[in-house]
């Protein structure tokens, strides 16, 4: 090979390692919700297992996190968790020292799972599960810390029945027009989050349901994607 096409190769090398590297960063990093449904979604040992499990892995590709918790009245409940940056600021890393983000963050993503452990505490506020207003407050928060060019996620740990207000999916008509009406109705009151871009993870979902009511889960797994889509969000996982 002559010495030009060494170093075309050289410089095609670099430019596809920073390129990647550009990539990898924009994929671990973003602006994030944890949403903790605190009205017995699972057996407590369960649930609380779902998050010790899978909540750190998701923390560590967040500079932000915001905290929602599921209970009779969700975005009225006193019971919360302050946001977390866990990025370093610049008046923390003026010269964007990697070593010093690295310390930071370290630190603060710590924090993550011990706040949102303390949401399945909370206290009990009516009967049933506002899910909606949870993922609304969630949304809210992250709205406010909107970050053009970065990732956007919220993962909720709850199976998703929502029996509070204007949405009850246990008496929920499911056939396709109704479920389609059922959306339409709850996106023109201003009901459903907004999740525009979002990726958005549920651990849980209809946990229950999928054992009592085999012939009534596909659609209701129908409705809240139908719904997660009606929100704007770029793409719903129902673990």
């Known amino acids: 090979m002559t010495r030009a096409r060494r170093a075309t190769a050289h410089t095609l090398t670099l430019a596809l390692l920073a390129t990647a590297l550009a990539a990898c960063g924009t994929e671990s990093r973003g602006v994030c ?134 949405l009850d999916v246990n008496r929920l008509d499911l056939a396709e027009a109704a479920r389609k009406r059922k959306i339409d109705e709850l996106k023109a009151a201003h009901l459903l989050p907004e999740l525009s871009g979002y990726e958005v993870e549920v651990h849980g979902f209809l946990r229950a349901a999928k054992g009592s009511d085999p012939d009534r889960f596909p659609m209701l797994e129908a409705f809240w994607r139908e719904a997660f889509e009606a929100a704007g969000a770029a793409g719903a996982d129902l673990l």
């Not at 998050?51 to 996190?65: H, I, M, N, Q, Y």
């Not at 690295?102 to 799972?113: E, G, N, P, W, Y």
Request: glycine share 6%; hydrophobic share 40%.
């Open 33 to 166: 919700g944890v949403v903790i449904d605190s009205t017995s979604y699972a057996e407590p040992a369960t649930s609380r297992a779902d998050v010790s499990g899978k909540l750190p892995a998701f923390a560590a590709r967040c500079d932000w996190v915001a905290f929602a918790a599921v209970t009779g009245a969700s975005e009225s409940s006193p019971c919360r968790q302050d946001a977390v940056a866990i990025a370093a600021t610049k008046q923390e890393n003026p010269n964007a020292n990697p070593v010093v983000e690295d310390r930071v963050r370290s630190h603060r993503v710590t924090q993550i799972l011990p706040k949102a452990m303390q949401l399945f505490d909370c206290p009990t506020e009516g009967q049933g599960s506002d899910v909606l207003g949870a993922l609304r407050y969630a949304a809210k928060q992250m709205t406010a810390q909107r970050r053009p060019g970065q990732a956007h996620r919220v993962i909720v740990f709850s199976d998703l029945v929502n029996n509070r207000g204007e």
